[in-house]
Structures are given as structure tokens and as C-alpha cells.
């Protein structure tokens, strides 16, 4: 596509302002479209070195064809990156055209997340594997509380954090559309998946059967997954407080989670929590973590 093409980009703004930009367009065959294209003919990414709000939304129209502008800082796209949490504007970058890349950054971006591996492999399974353990933590605390329909949400969920998992484990970026990707790779998650969705037993049958395998899972994958967490612990001599952690970048997405994580770690004794005095612990003592 010509960039005469993008009404949208105009030559002063486009020269000044965009370190890159990305275009998505609706195409006619069945493949699975980010819900950013919703009734749009095309979504166009666009990259600017900074910018106050992380992401602004703009639309426009030439003719019939309507664009939907997704302008994002260079900071909050390599947080996106990074995370893997944010698929449709990961999927744009992956599956789009790229217009403009004078010095590179979209191309090394696309390269991290084809190439998955290094850093961005173990940030994207230690997220996963924290959100499959919080939404299994969930499902088990409903289930016994007689919330069936609640557990059965939870565990759905749970079950889609550990198909992302299977995916990063065999080294593809986890797409949108990710149970496609799980049957191809044959992983048992699938058939858990199908398992709790169409069996005949009853929901809390169903529940509680996905739930032990959920459980031998965490359990099974814990180190493996949890390297980051465990590499930013071995990082400095000193212990860390739960409120360093959750200030550290590469952990700070996971306020709900982590201390779930923390837990489970040291009852596996992969971390040792060591307890110290501080000001703020009350009468009792504060604990920081360490390997």
C-alpha cells in the first residue's frame, strides 16, 4: 500500500511525529481478525515516540473504506510486547503491512515475537502461568463455596492461561485464536478443554475433574515457568519486599497475582521468605523473599 493511500497520515505529521506504522486490512477468507477491525476495512498502527495518553483511538473515512488509527507510545508498545498480554495490538503488528520503519523498531519488534524466545518467552510464561494459577485459586474457592457456574467461569479461564502456556512451551507466540493453536500441537489441555465444555457428567463433576489436572499442572510447570521471577530474586544479595516486586517492571502487571505466586513458591521451597523488622509491619515482622 502507498502511503499516498493513508489520507490519514498526512506528510508533516507523518515526518515528525510516527516512528513507524502498521497497517491491518480486512481480508475475505476465514482467518481469525482482531476485534480492533470490528466493521473497519482497515486498522493502522501507529508508532510515536512518546505520547501523554498510551493509547489514543481515531476514525476516518475516505469513500466507503473506514480506518480505525491506533496511535501508542514506543514505550507502551514494547510493554506490550513484553507482557504479551495485549494481543489484538500485538496481532496488528505481527499480521499487518509495514509502511514506515526508517529506523527499524517495528522490524525488531516483529522479529522478538516470531522468533519468541529469550526474555520475552519467560516474561510471556510467567504471566500466564500467574493468571492459571489465580483463576484456578478462584474456580477451587467457588467450587467449595456451592458457586458452580462461578467456578466453572474461573476454571474455563484457567484452562485458557494454561493453552497459552502449551503454546509459549513449544515456541510460538500465543494468538488470539489460541485453541487453534493448542489442537494442532495434539497438548491434553485441549481435550480438557472439550472434556469440561461437552462431557456428560454434571458441572461439578466436570469442575472438579478439570481442577486436579489444573493442579498436577501448576505443580508440574511451576519452576520452569516462574525462571523470571526467579532470576529477579537472584539478582541482588538482598531479600525482596512483596512491594518492591510489584514495582519492578516486569512484574508490576501482576498486582492480584503475584503474591499468589510468592506463596506457592515458598511452600515448594523453589524460595525461602525470610522475616526482618520494619516500620510499617505493625507488631509483627516483615517478610521479603529470597532464593
Known amino acids: ?5 493513508l489520507t490519514l497520515l498526512s506528510g508533516e505529521t507523518f515526518e515528525e511525529n510516527v516512528l513507524g506504522a502498521v497497517a491491518w486490512r480486512q481480508r475475505g477468507d476465514a482467518t481469525f481478525q482482531s476485534a480492533l477491525l470490528h466493521d473497519f476495512d482497515m486498522v493502522v498502527l501507529l508508532l510515536h515516540e512518546e505520547q501523554e495518553t498510551e493509547r489514543i483511538i481515531t476514525h476516518s473515512i475516505a469513500g466507503d473504506k473506514r480506518t480505525q488509527s491506533v496511535h501508542v507510545g514506543l514505550s507502551a508498545l514494547e510493554r506490550a510486547v513484553m507482557a504479551g498480554d495485549n494481543n489484538e495490538l500485538l496481532s496488528s503488528l505481527i499480521s499487518g503491512e509495514v509502511l514506515w520503519d526508517p529506523k527499524g523498531i517495528l522490524a525488531e519488534m516483529r522479529k522478538q515475537l ?5 526474555p520475552l518467552k519467560e516474561r510471556v510464561l510467567f504471566m500466564e502461568f500467574s493468571r492459571f494459577l489465580h483463576m484456578y485459586i478462584k474456580s477451587k ?5 456451592g458457586c458452580t457456574m462461578d467456578a466453572y467461569n474461573c476454571v474455563l479461564i484457567a484452562l485458557y492461561h494454561w493453552a497459552r502456556i502449551e503454546v509459549s512451551e513449544a ?3 500465543p494468538e488470539p485464536a489460541v485453541w487453534g493453536q ?3 500441537l495434539n497438548s491434553p489441555v485441549h481435550k480438557l478443554y472439550e472434556e469440561l465444555t461437552i462431557s456428560t457428567e454434571t458441572l461439578d463433576q466436570r469442575i472438579e475433574l478439570i481442577l486436579l489436572a489444573c493442579e498436577f499442572a501448576l505443580m508440574s510447570k511451576m519452576e520452569d515457568c516462574c525462571i523470571m521471577l526467579l532470576h529477579i530474586l537472584g539478582s541482588r544479595k538482598e531479600a525482596w519486599s512483596i512491594k518492591e516486586l510489584l514495582q519492578h517492571s516486569g512484574l508490576s502487571p501482576l498486582q492480584a497475582e503475584l503474591p499468589l505466586v510468592l506463596r506457592k513458591l515458598v511452600s515448594r521451597s523453589l524460595i525461602r521468605e525470610i522475616a526482618s523488622w520494619a516500620v510499617d509491619a505493625g507488631d509483627g515482622h516483615a ?3 529470597t532464593l
Open 171 to 173: 515456541g510460538y507466540f
Open 114 to 118: 516470531t522468533q519468541f524466545e529469550g
Open 141 to 145: 474457592r467457588y467450587i467449595e463455596a
Open 182 to 184: 493448542v489442537k494442532s
Open 1 to 5: 500500500m502507498e502511503l499516498s493511500n
Open 287 to 289: 517478610i521479603r523473599y
